[in-house]
């Protein structure tokens, strides 16, 4: 791979990205004098009411550092040892997660190729037999992603028939929400209304994609669904112990619109992208790009011609997603500037006439 200048602006992840000044300021705002240590505290007691008026409902709060951390421990809460988890074969928890649902939390996945990311009853169903078989670890939980690892998104409808389909078999339904501000922003509505309202039982929130230094949440939405929150996160060395400055975080981003704000920002900065490139192709002065995916949220999926990758990475960090067949990813963050998006599309028409 093509060197790319240390400071370079990044389109490989929106991990990448700095931490938003007014995530920062509520950090230095909450380092006053001394609170109770673990979660006791005034900052992570006033997290739970702002996650109640988001969820429509009183909730369970569980701050933690990272997504794989809420993904592994909210997991293993809904299942018993001999539990399984549905989820798309491209889904977090499978691909990018160094197998920490298998070692860490002793999770047998099951997973399912999908074209959009996205599972679907249907899909479900290939997975979904052989209760009672006890040569057959028993899938009892399904894991969606909101918005997908392929940049795409669930409609509150599907949801629902995902929901209901689990619902009816027996199983619980678990939404990973590392960029659960995203999916809000594109889809104009309130975190309940794909949430709760749906039928989700326990979801991840996320906050360090968008914003955030480390604050991510579980959110239990519905009790009967995870046992043993409490004793599972610090098995996981998820418990913070000055808990305030992770909540802290949280109600900066999620207390009032700042979330949004920057989701929308970076799915704006993702849909310029997708036009400036889409334009650039019809005049001809990009060649060879292709598209591999709907540009939903803040994320872009595009083949590019042999070698152009690298010759773009010059200038821009970005990962190759499936480079058998030239296809890429680039994720826009809260900070990320029209300039940024024009230079790149520059750099990929270089890079693709030379």
């Not at 006033?46 to 569980?62: M, N």
């Not at 197998?99 to 479900?124: F, Q, S, Y």
């Not at 418990?239 to 909540?247: D, G, N, T």
């Amino acid at each position: 791979m093509t060197s790319t200048p240390v400071h370079a602006r990044g389109f490989a992840s929106d991990n990448y990205s700095g931490i938003h000044p007014e995530v920062l300021a509520a950090i230095a705002a909450a380092n006053v004098d001394h609170e109770p240590a673990y979660g006791a505290d005034s900052v992570t007691e006033r997290l739970r009411g702002v996650f109640a008026g988001h969820f429509g409902k009183p909730v369970e709060v569980f701050p933690v550092f990272n997504g794989t951390g809420a993904n592994v421990t909210a997991l293993q809460s809904m299942l018993p040892r001999w539990g399984a988890v549905i989820a798309a074969s491209t889904a977090h928890v499978n691909s990018d997660e160094g197998g920490a649902p298998e070692k860490v939390g002793g999770i047998k996945l099951l997973t399912i190729p999908t074209p959009d990311g996205k599972l679907t009853p249907e899909l479900i169903d290939t997975e979904a037999w052989g209760w009672g078989d006890e040569h057959r670890a028993q899938p009892l939980v399904v894991a969606i992603t909101q918005s997908s690892e392929l940049g795409t998104l669930y409609s509150p409808a599907e949801i629902r028939a995902i929901a209901d389909h689990v619902h009816e078999r027996g199983m619980l339904l678990y939404m990973d929400g590392a960029r659960i501000s995203n999916a809000a922003a594109a889809l104009d509505l309130p975190l309940h209304a794909f949430t709760t309202d749906v039928g989700v039982d326990v979801v991840s929130v996320g906050g360090t994609k968008n914003g955030a230094l480390a604050a991510e949440a579980i959110v239990v939405l519905n009790d009967s669904a995870s046992v043993g929150l409490h004793y599972l996160r610090k098995m996981n060395m998820q418990l913070a112990s000055k808990m305030r400055f992770v909540s802290a975080q949280l109600i900066a981003l999620y207390e009032a619109d700042l979330f949004l704000r920057n989701a929308r920002h970076a799915n704006a900065m993702a849909a310029r992208l997708r036009r400036g490139l889409e334009e650039a192709i019809a005049a001809g002065s990009i060649r060879g790009v292709g598209f591999t995916q709907q540009t939903q949220a803040n994320g872009i999926f595009a083949t590019l011609p042999a070698g152009a990758a690298d010759r773009v990475r010059e200038s821009f960090r970005f990962y190759d997603w499936d480079a058998s067949v030239g296809e890429v990813r680039w994720v826009c963050s809260f900070d990320t500037t029209e300039s940024d998006i024009d230079t790149l599309i520059e750099a990929i028409a270089r890079a693709t006439n030379a």
